[in-house]
């Protein structure tokens, strides 16, 4: 069997980093468009979330999809988590910024119009907002035949979360130093990211595996930010463990990484592929992660465990690279 991987079946993550280099030349330019006004951005670009100025407070904001999670779910014919995805996705990355999440919009383009079927996403989307405490205040439904495939249930779906923080209680990462505790929040499994590679390896017949909804960590984390101040914090995303990468530039990671959660060993099983491969394309059973002074880590430990499992990842180290030390001994670094 020839090994799958994240470009083979369709992503080429380096190509997609490029791509968005192309278009973020020019979106850079517009950062200095509200310079001095209200909304100003606080942060540049790169950040699980986007920030601008109110004063005394900042609102953030976010925007994503599920991805090819629909494919999933049209194969399935299981349309009802979908809006907790849709939900997860974005809240998710707003607490990343120390924000609480407040308001969301949907965006959900169809080939035609099936109330059946909005009932089902409707009713994930309520769930969703029910989780993260946020009102969905708005959105926008399209009819586009023209531009989606399928026999008439060609859907996609997308959304925006804001969320609000006092301007002095922002974390962006720079706090991070040497020597911080690691800490991860297990995942649910796939969550909205990787699907391309999961659903061309994983037989159809298994394919309620990935159906499973992206855990929602807003509790979890306004819990703690209550308590405790993180250096940072991070949604584990497409690119897995690289997502940490994002966080301060030079900042490196000696992590011990729990055993990956079986929907992985399916998936892994399947693809073929080999460890690196698996690590920097899904969440792999950590679904987020936060970082904390190691004098705040019994407290953020203990917090934190009230809501999901939480693993003793290793510390913050100074070498540049996040090196990851898997259960069954081998080691791969990022």
Do not use: W
Not at 104 to 117: G, K
Not at 173 to 197: M, W
Not at 307 to 324: I, K, Q
Request: hydrophobic share 40%; with cysteine; proline share 4%.
């Amino acid at each position: 069997m020839t090994a799958m991987d994240y470009a083979s079946a369709g992503v080429d993550i380096s190509k997609e980093e490029e791509a968005v280099a192309s278009i973020g030349d020019y979106v850079k330019k517009t950062l200095s468009l509200r310079e001095g006004k209200v909304g100003a951005p606080l942060v540049g670009l790169g950040h699980f979330s986007g920030l601008v100025d109110l004063g005394d407070r900042a609102l953030a904001i976010s925007t994503d999809g599920v991805g090819t999670k629909v494919l999933v779910a049209k194969e399935l014919g299981t349309y009802d988590t979908l809006g907790i995805d849709l939900m997860a996705m974005n809240v998710n990355d707003i607490i990343c910024i120390g924000a609480t999440p407040i308001a969301f919009v949907d965006t959900i383009s169809i080939q035609r119009p099936d109330p059946a079927f909005m009932a089902e996403i409707g009713k994930g989307l309520l769930e969703g907002a029910r989780q993260a405490e946020v009102s969905i205040i708005g959105g926008e439904t399209a009819t586009v035949p023209d531009l989606l495939t399928g026999d008439g249930d060609g859907f996609d779906l997308m959304g925006t979360a804001v969320g609000i923080v006092d301007k002095d209680r922002i974390i962006t990462g720079v706090a991070i130093k040497p020597g911080d505790v690691v800490l991860g929040l297990e995942s649910s499994g796939i969550h909205s990211n990787g699907l391309t590679l999961a659903r061309k390896a994983v037989p159809k017949e298994e394919y309620f595996l990935l159906i499973e909804p992206t855990r929602i960590y807003v509790k979890a984390v306004l819990d703690l930010l209550e308590k405790v101040r993180p250096s940072g914090l991070a949604h584990i995303t497409g690119s897995g463990l690289c997502n940490l990468k994002r966080l301060k530039e030079g900042i490196g990671f000696d992590l011990s990484m729990p055993p990956p959660l079986p929907v992985f060993q399916v998936i892994q099983h399947y693809a073929g592929a080999d460890h690196t491969e698996m690590y920097r394309t899904f969440n792999m059973g950590v679904g987020f992660v936060v970082i904390v002074d190691p004098a705040d880590a019994p407290v953020a430990r203990a917090i934190l465990s009230r809501h999901h499992v939480t693993y003793d990842l290793g510390t913050v180290t100074s070498d540049g690279t996040v090196t990851a030390r898997l259960s069954d001994g081998s080691t791969i670094h990022f």
